[in-house]
């Protein structure tokens, strides 16, 4: 029979003749009462859980799963309309340069400023979400970017539509961040590889829905009119926070900081007063330059997205434009190939979930899923190859660049989800500043390489640059990556 949570004496705490000790994969033996433990079995099916859940149904570790997806779903799309709202305005640089009377590489920083921005502004949201919770600043970062976006539809000049652009880069950020600590705070760690992977596969389609879906957009109207598609889509993100959403900080050592109305959960109220903000909270996530269990897998992950992704994803327009004369729409129809390799590649999360279901009853550590990393970097070098080789030799269009372009998608997107379920596994207690960092590394070499891939195509032809960029991911990726793994496992990790 299940418990009366509501009857859970939380000062007393069971008496310790009814204690039994159970493992949590890694974590020291924690002790369990025989109620507790009868309550896990009720809401999960076994109390042998990594984390080991509270005794309360406000704890959203014992949610349903259909609710816990609810949230999860409505954080992915939030980094979803982070990229996609960088790379929606992608269709529209010709008919911007045109109005605004610029060249098409300076109207190209209308995205590649957003690409910084969303990658190094979540630092300032993140100390202030670990203390007051995230449900209230998620809304307000919608309702942020709606404002902004609205801005930019009545922009008529560069400096003022860079400016809204900025802004709502600035608002929509948290987005891009969130999702690694929602994941830690929902999920147990062997369903983490796979729910990561949701919010990982949100933030890379984002980047290709936006150029493909705003391409139809910007053949047919006015490029202000893609602003207007993203203030819609916000206003409508808003409204699903309001009425669906619900906190996912829990402090289960001060429950009277928990609110369990979702609408007094609006109020400004510290969840962990304890979470004082101040300027180490906002480097914090720097410390992981110096932590190798980290920075290698996330540099190695950088470098396969901004080559993977950005090298092809920016400079398509400049290449498809000038060489095929291709109209927005048509150039909108390219990143179909980006989508269909990156959903293919999702296979890698519930892959890195089935080795670490394996690796526990083995007694396997965290690193045991970066195996499924290997067909991931190989593959992203492939399909780098082909796309530059295929793209330098023909003359007139065909689809074989694109080939090139689902193969790689498809790498980025099979190792994306082991890579980053492994950092978080590494250390739990610091899931919100592990997915800083990497969001952080991922987006400022997404910022720094379209200043230097024109000149490396100029300089040396697309075949010899994108193959350059193929041995970049395989050296500072697979064989770094492959390094980590060896050693790790030699301690048992």
């Known amino acids: 029979m299940t418990p009366d949570t509501t009857s859970i004496d939380h000062e007393k705490g069971p008496t310790d003749d009814h204690l039994e000790k159970v493992s949590t994969h890694g974590s020291h033996p924690v002790s369990i009462s025989e109620e507790h433990k009868q309550y896990l079995i ?98 307000i970062s919608v309702l942020g970017t709606m404002a902004f976006s609205i801005g930019a539809v009545f922009s008529t000049d560069y400096g003022t539509l860079m400016t809204m652009r900025c802004l709502s880069a600035v608002f929509v950020s948290p987005g891009l961040a969130v999702g690694g600590a929602i994941v830690k705070e929902t999920t147990f760690s062997h369903q983490r590889g796979s729910r990561s992977g949701i919010w990982a596969i949100s933030v890379n389609l984002g980047t290709m829905f936006g150029a493909l879906l705003m391409g139809f957009v910007a053949e047919y109207q006015h490029p202000k009119y893609v602003h207007v598609v993203f203030a819609c889509v916000m206003f409508v993100l808003a409204i699903c926070y309001l009425l669906l959403g619900k906190e996912t900080s829990y402090n289960p050592n001060d429950l009277s900081r928990n609110e369990s109305n979702r609408f007094k959960q609006l109020r400004f109220k510290a969840i962990f007063p304890e979470n004082k903000i101040t300027i180490m909270k906002f480097i914090e996530p720097l410390m992981f330059l110096l932590k190798p269990r980290v920075f290698i897998p996330a540099f190695g992950y950088t470098v396969m997205f901004m080559h993977g992704n950005i090298a092809m994803n920016v400079e398509i327009p400049q290449v498809m434009v000038h060489k095929f004369e291709l109209g927005p729409q048509a150039l909108g129809l390219q990143f179909l190939s980006f989508i269909i390799g990156t959903l ?77 379920a492994y950092c978080i596994d590494s250390d739990h207690t610091k899931a919100v500043q592990i997915s800083l960092f990497v969001t952080f590394l991922r987006q400022l070499f997404a910022f720094i390489g379209p200043f230097y891939y024109p000149k490396m195509f100029d300089n040396l032809g697309f075949a010899k640059a994108y193959g350059i960029m193929a041995a970049l991911v395989g050296a500072f990726g697979w064989i770094a990556t492959s390094c980590l793994q060896v050693y790790e496992q030699r301690h048992g990790r």
């Open 42 to 139: 009720a809401k999960h099916g076994t109390y042998d859980l990594d984390p080991l859940p509270s005794m309360s149904d406000d704890d959203p570790l014992n949610w349903s799963n259909s609710f816990k997806f609810l949230q999860l779903g409505m954080v992915a799309f939030h980094g979803f309309m982070g990229t996609f709202m960088a790379s929606g305005i992608v269709p529209s640089f010709g008919k911007y340069s045109g109005i605004l009377n610029k060249p098409v590489p300076t109207v190209s920083y209308l995205t590649s400023a957003q690409i910084v921005l969303i990658g190094t502004f979540p630092m300032f949201w993140v100390p202030v979400m670990q203390r007051y919770g995230k449900r209230l600043l998620l809304i």
């Open 344 to 420: 293919i590649g999702e296979v890698g999360g519930y892959l890195s979930d089935k080795l670490v279901q394996w690796g526990h009853k083995n007694n396997k550590g965290p690193s045991f899923r970066l195996w499924v990393t290997h067909p991931g970097y190989i593959t992203c070098i492939l399909g780098l190859i082909v796309f530059g080789v295929q793209i330098q030799n023909i003359d007139h269009y065909n689809v074989t660049p694109l080939i090139g372009c689902a193969i790689a998608a498809f790498g980025l997107q099979i190792g994306t989800s082991p890579i980053i």
